[in-house]
Each structure stands twice: as structure tokens, then as C-alpha cells.
């Protein structure tokens, strides 16, 4: 079963998404909010496994409220329900922690595949945000691989690596190199150490910053 809340100021908005999320199988509204601080309030008490969060909310804005999950919810993941899609605003709400960006206008079986894959996965990457992450690297002109850096990752920590940005889960990967479910999860939190990365998003950001992956 996956836990989820729903954060969204635009009332029908927010009851149409819980009616087409009740639908979902194995998927369960147990929190629906009308800005950011109830949503937090909300979270110290009520098991939440991913948060559907609007960006535009009164009190406690979309941005903010996701920077206090990360630090005091990090089990809790985030994917982002907005209508802005420029490049750059994507690219800005990944790299602050989301696990997926999706607009307002997708259609119920992406927003499906979404929860499950964030769920399972920790993140989700459509084309819109591999765009908006792509073009941010090349105006950076971070595309190329810098071998300096990855060569403090082991060749076991790569291939986990490569493993998590195919959205293999952690068995997957665990049988894919032949080694137990655990080990996996080792050489995945030594990933987040070393790189600096938030979750399992952002390892993907960090891989396609140092030509590890290309989507």
C-alpha cells in the first residue's frame, strides 16, 4: 500500500485528484491539506509515504514546504504538481530534493506510474524533466565526464549506480550483479555520502552531470 498526501490551495483541484487517486490500486489519500503548514502538521502524525505537492499555496509556499520535509520528513518523498514547465524551474525544484516534477495537466496513468515509481524507485524523470535537467548541464557545460571525481566511486558503486538510473529496484540490481538486496542498500547510502545527493533523484542529476547516464 502506498501512503499518500495531497497538498493543493485550488479546492476542486485537490478533491478531483483525490477521487482519481482512490481509483488507483494499492494507493490511499490519508492526507489531504490546503497549504504547507498543515500539510507538515499533518506529517508529524499520519504515515505518508510520497506527497503530491502544489508549488503556489498560500501561508507556506510549495518551495519552502519541501525544503522542511527534506530536513525534518526525509523518509517522505515528493513529487511536484505544477503548471510551470520552464527548463529551468524544473531543473531549480530537482536539484532542491524532488523526487519527480509532473505538470497539472498529465493524464491519470502517468500520475500512476509516477507514485509507483517514486514509491519503489525513489524518483521519477519524464521527458520534461530530462529535458529541463540536460539543457541546465549543457548551458553549465557539465556534460562531459569528469573521470577525477567519479574515480572515487568504486566500480561496485557504479554499477548500483547505473542500476538505480535504469529505475531498477534495489532486489533487481541486488540480482542484476549478483550480490544480496542489503549490500545494495550499502553501496547506495556510500553513493549519497559521497556524492552529495539528497535521494535516489538526485544520484540520477549527479550521473548525468558526469556522463555516467544519458536518459
Known sequence: MIRLALADDQHLFRKGMALLLRDMADVHVVLECANGEELLTGLKTMAVD?????????????????????????????????????????????????????????????????????????????????????????????????????????????????????????????EKIFVSPRTVEFHRNNLLLKTGARNAAGLVVYSMTKGIYTP
Open 50 to 174: 510520497v506527497v503530491l505537492l502544489d508549488l503556489e499555496m498560500p501561508v507556506l509556499d510549495g518551495t519552502e514546504t519541501m525544503k522542511r520535509i527534506r530536513r525534518e520528513f526525509p523518509r517522505v518523498k515528493v513529487i511536484i504538481l505544477s503548471t510551470h514547465d520552464e527548463d529551468g524551474f524544473i531543473a531549480r525544484l530537482m536539484a532542491l530534493g524532488a523526487n519527480g516534477y509532473m505538470l497539472k495537466t498529465a493524464e491519470p496513468d502517468e500520475i500512476d506510474t509516477a507514485i509507483r515509481s517514486v514509491a519503489q524507485n525513489g524518483f521519477y524523470l519524464n521527458d520534461a524533466v530530462n529535458k529541463a535537467m540536460l539543457h541546465g548541464l549543457v548551458k553549465k557545460k557539465q556534460v562531459k565526464p569528469t573521470f577525477n571525481e567519479i574515480d572515487t566511486l568504486s566500480d561496485r558503486e557504479l554499477e548500483v549506480l547505473r542500476g538505480i538510473c535504469q529505475e531498477l529496484t534495489t532486489a533487481e540490481i541486488g
